[in-house]
C-alpha cells in the first residue's frame, strides 16, 4: 500500500483545552481515539493509511492527558474526554464515523450514548462495559507503582507490557519476540502525571452495560481473542449490550491486535464504515 505522507499536527481550544490533532485526506470524516497512555499517532501504523487509502478524511487526535493536548495534571473524568470528543468533530463539520480501542472504545460508547447527532457509526476495539476484579487489581496495582515513584528494571517492564498486550502467536517466534521487547523498550515506562490522570479516572470500574441498551447508531465491536489486558468475553458483552451491534473476533491477537493483526482489523472497519450511510 503506498502511504500518503503524514498531514501536520493541528492543535484547537475546545472544550476548555488544547487538542493536538492531524487531520488528513478527503471524504466522510473517521474521528480515531487512542486507548489510554497512547498518543493518536499510533493509528498512523496502519489504520490510518488503510482508511486514507479507502476514501476518509481521518482525524487522529491525542486525548486530554497525553502532550501536546492539555495534560490536565490535576485530574479529569470519563465526561471530559467525551465533551473533548463531540467538541473536535463539531470543530471538524461533525458529524463523524468513529473508531476507538481500549479506554478510546468506551469513550465511543458513551460518545454514541450522549451525542448520537454527532456518530454516524461507532466502531469499538478491545473495548469494555465493566471492569473485573483482575483489571482493578491490576490497574490499582500500576497507580501505586506511579505514587510510590518506582521504576521496573527495563527487560522485566518490556516483558511484563508484552504478555499483557499481546498474542503468544506474536512471541512464539523469537525474533518477532525480541523485536517487540525492543521496540517496548525504547517506548521506556515513564508516565507523565496526564497519563496517570487518564489511569484514575473515577468512571472507570462503573459498569455501563444496562445503559448501552440505549445506543441507537449503528455499532461494530472487535474483540481479540487473546487480549490479556481487557479479555474478550469482555468485548462480547458490549456486543451483547448495543441492540443491532456487529461482533466480530479476532484470533492470535491481543490488546494491541490493532499492530499485531493489521490487516484483518483494517478489512474490518473499511467494510463496517462502508455499510454507514453516506
Known amino acids: 500500500m503506498t502511504r500518503p505522507a503524514p498531514a501536520r499536527p493541528q492543535t484547537a481550544e475546545l472544550n476548555s483545552i488544547t487538542?493536538?490533532?492531524?487531520d488528513a485526506g478527503s471524504g466522510p470524516l473517521v474521528v480515531m481515539i487512542m486507548g489510554t497512555g497512547s498518543p493518536g499517532r499510533v493509528w498512523h501504523a496502519?489504520?490510518?493509511p488503510a482508511l486514507l487509502a479507502a476514501g476518509y478524511r481521518v482525524v487522529t487526535f491525542d486525548n486530554r492527558g497525553i502532550a501536546p493536548s492539555s495534560e490536565s495534571a490535576d485530574g479529569f473524568t470519563m465526561a471530559d474526554m467525551?465533551?473533548?470528543t463531540a467538541a473536535l468533530i463539531e470543530h471538524l463539520g461533525?458529524?463523524?464515523?468513529?473508531v476507538g480501542?481500549?479506554?478510546g472504545a468506551r469513550i465511543a460508547q458513551e460518545l454514541t450514548l450522549a451525542r448520537p447527532d454527532l456518530v454516524?457509526?461507532?466502531?469499538m476495539l478491545a473495548t469494555y462495559g465493566r471492569i473485573t476484579p483482575l483489571v482493578a487489581a491490576f490497574s490499582a496495582g500500576e497507580l501505586e507503582l506511579i505514587d510510590a515513584g518506582t521504576t521496573l528494571p527495563d527487560g522485566y517492564y518490556a516483558a511484563i507490557t508484552a504478555e499483557s498486550n499481546l498474542s503468544p502467536a506474536s512471541l512464539r517466534d523469537d525474533r518477532a519476540a525480541r523485536d517487540w521487547l525492543d521496540i517496548i523498550g525504547f517506548s521506556g515506562q515513564q508516565r507523565t502525571a496526564g497519563v496517570r490522570a487518564q489511569m484514575a479516572l473515577p468512571e472507570r470500574d462503573e459498569n455501563r452495560l444496562a445503559a448501552y441498551r440505549a445506543i441507537s447508531r449503528p455499532a461494530m465491536v472487535v474483540g481479540f481473542a487473546d487480549d490479556r489486558t481487557l479479555p474478550v468475553h469482555l468485548a462480547r458483552e458490549v456486543a451483547e449490550a448495543i441492540p443491532g451491534a456487529r461482533y466480530e473476533e479476532i484470533p492470535d491477537a491481543g490488546h494491541w491486535g490493532y499492530l499485531e493483526q493489521p490487516e484483518q482489523v483494517n478489512a474490518l472497519l473499511v467494510d463496517f464504515l462502508g455499510s454507514l450511510p453516506r
Do not use: E
Request: proline content about 5%; charged content about 10%.
Open 46 to 48: 496502519h489504520q490510518q
Open 94 to 98: 461533525g458529524p463523524a464515523r468513529v
Open 120 to 123: 454516524v457509526g461507532a466502531a
Open 82 to 84: 467525551v465533551a473533548d
Open 101 to 103: 480501542t481500549s479506554l
Open 19 to 22: 487538542l493536538s490533532y492531524t
